[in-house]
């Protein structure tokens, strides 16, 4: 079942795609136009443009089954427009995830994530080790 990525352009979002061991279909939502070239060049399917934009979040998600939301692109130096704080892009992709019908949302974060209505929720700390090996782990699963 497809997954999206969205903040793939982080050093996160880089480490997790390296990690992932899915053999489904993989997008990803991205800002940087250099990542989103080099991101279509190894297959996945890309979406460009800004992370605050929850209407394109979601238009991006519809489809999959699981969505990995990377806290780190609503915080860092990008351009967010459509948001005046990183809650609010929380909020928004919140809301994309919901009205997309995903079922499974990884937040990798250090912050708590808003409810977003999907059946299985996780939230990954970035600062662990293992980053990528428990975002792959909770895709892989059966259930988390």
Same mark, same amino acid.
């Given at each position: 079942?497809?997954?999206? @990525?969205?903040?793939?352009? /982080?050093?996160?979002?880089? %480490?997790? =795609?390296?990690? =992932?061991?899915?053999?489904?279909?993989?997008?990803? +939502?991205? /800002?940087?136009?250099?990542?989103?070239?080099? %991101?279509?060049?190894s297959g996945?399917?890309?979406? =460009?443009?800004?992370?605050?934009?929850?209407?394109?979040?979601?238009?991006?998600?519809f489809g999959?089954?699981?969505?990995? %939301?990377?806290?780190?692109?609503?915080?860092?130096?990008?351009?967010?427009? +459509?948001?005046?704080?990183?809650?609010? @892009? +929380?909020?928004?992709?919140?809301?994309?995830?919901?009205?997309?019908?995903?079922?499974?949302?990884?937040? @990798?974060?250090?912050?708590?994530?808003?409810? /977003?209505?999907?059946?299985?929720?996780?939230?990954?700390?970035?600062?662990?080790?293992?980053?990528?090996?428990? @975002?792959?782990? =909770?895709?892989?699963?059966?259930?988390?």
């Open positions: 079942m497809p997954m999206i @990525v969205v903040g793939a352009d /982080t050093p996160t979002g880089r %480490l997790i =795609l390296d990690g =992932l061991s899915r053999q489904g279909e993989v997008r990803v +939502f991205v /800002t940087d136009i250099d990542s989103a070239q080099s %991101l279509r060049e996945v399917k890309v979406a =460009l443009g800004d992370v605050s934009d929850d209407s394109h979040v979601e238009m991006a998600s999959c089954f699981s969505a990995v %939301l990377i806290m780190e692109a609503a915080t860092d130096d990008r351009v967010r427009s +459509f948001a005046r704080d990183p809650a609010a @892009v +929380f909020e928004g992709w919140a809301r994309a995830v919901s009205t997309a019908h995903v079922q499974r949302v990884i937040w @990798v974060g250090d912050r708590t994530p808003p409810e /977003t209505g999907a059946p299985e929720v996780a939230v990954v700390d970035p600062a662990s080790r293992d980053v990528a090996a428990q @975002v792959a782990a =909770l895709d892989d699963a059966q259930r988390i």
